[in-house]
């Protein structure tokens, strides 16, 4: 026998799937026309749905020529909190920046790897424990020349148990970094009386 089978959800931000009801198919006309027919209830156990940690980046903005400013990657659970484990990146720096030789990943989310090499940052194998609902990454890093820095010329890759900020960069809408020079040097060549 064929069934038709209508799922209920429950509202939350769980999505906890909390029923279904299961109707045969010969009985498809009464269901669309809501006349009495034969149902067979059919309750399931809780099922809660968990979505993979986001993780946004963020840099140090204004930043000055050869000081260091940071990049911070923060993580963020989804509602509930519940433990994350396998959670993996790489982000690769946009052009402009780089990690200063001898660089570190400060890691506050507990679990996991974060390693530097070249311009670019892996994480990997790191975790949330339950009830954490955000934790952060920093590394420190430097910019070559004064301009403008473009931030979503960054990149990421290898995502595991991880999804990207659609809006990553600075702020909710990416903001170009300045990058200015030091005051003596962009004081050079001016005399005051």
């Given at each position: 026998m064929?069934?038709?089978?209508?799922?209920?959800?429950?509202?939350?931000?769980?999505?906890?799937?909390?029923?279904?009801?299961?109707y045969p198919f010969e009985h498809q006309k009464d269901i669309f026309s809501k006349k009495p027919f034969h149902r067979i209830h059919?309750?399931?156990?809780?099922?809660?749905?968990?979505?993979?940690?986001?993780?946004k980046v963020a840099y140090s903005n204004p930043m000055i020529v050869g000081q260091q400013g940071t990049v911070t990657f923060t993580l963020t659970n989804d509602a509930g909190n519940p433990a994350q484990t396998g959670i993996s990146y790489t982000y690769n720096l946009p052009a402009g920046l780089s990690f200063p030789n001898g660089a570190t990943v400060t890691n506050a989310c507990g679990g996991g790897t974060g390693t530097i090499t070249g311009n670019t940052v892996t994480f990997s194998n790191g975790s949330?424990?339950?009830?954490?609902?955000?934790?952060?990454?920093?590394?420190?890093?430097?910019?070559?020349?004064?301009?403008?820095?473009?931030?979503?010329?960054?990149?990421?890759?290898?995502?595991?148990?991880?999804?990207?900020?659609?809006?990553?960069?600075?702020?909710?809408?990416?903001?170009?970094?300045?990058?200015n020079l030091p005051a003596c040097a962009a004081n050079a060549g001016v005399l005051s009386y």
């Open positions: 064929k069934y038709i089978v209508f799922l209920c959800f429950s509202t939350a931000l769980s999505s906890t799937m909390v029923a279904s009801e299961i059919h309750p399931l156990s809780s099922v809660v749905l968990v979505s993979p940690p986001i993780v949330m424990s339950a009830g954490t609902a955000t934790c952060t990454l920093t590394a420190p890093i430097v910019a070559a020349a004064e301009g403008s820095i473009n931030p979503t010329r960054g990149s990421f890759s290898g995502l595991a148990n991880a999804a990207e900020d659609l809006n990553n960069g600075v702020g909710a809408n990416p903001t170009n970094i300045v990058v």
